[in-house]
């Protein structure tokens, strides 16, 4: 009856990226202010540990408790926000926007790459660094 056991899941250590895992929820309706309208984030998930590897540039953070002193951690090489442990992200069903869905509070933008270079081009500050 080998279809009745289950798999062992596979331990944090033995991946290469364990401390990047996330922890899927449930869908969100939220205020997007990308798009100004109240929308639904299918795509929610909670973080578990501290970011080790840039989601945007790939750079491996040798120490990345040093970012994580800061108000808003971000990568030095690109600035792209990382996601704080314990915190629940999720992107917008409509324009793709990743916020920082905290209950109670207004979604914070965590904007990308595209999204940063357009601020600059405005003349809106975006500077973690």
Known sequence: ???????????????????????????????CHVCGDVQSFTQVWRRAA???RCPNCGLVFENPEELYKRFQPACPKCEEPLEQPGFEYGYCDRCGSKFELMEGAKPGLLPNQSQRDEMRKHGKSWSYV
């Open 50 to 52: 501290m970011v080790r």
């Open 1 to 31: 009856m080998k279809w009745l056991r289950r798999n062992k899941p596979e331990s944090a250590a033995g991946k290469g990226d364990g401390a990047q895992e996330t922890f899927p929820l449930v869908k969100k309706r939220a205020m």
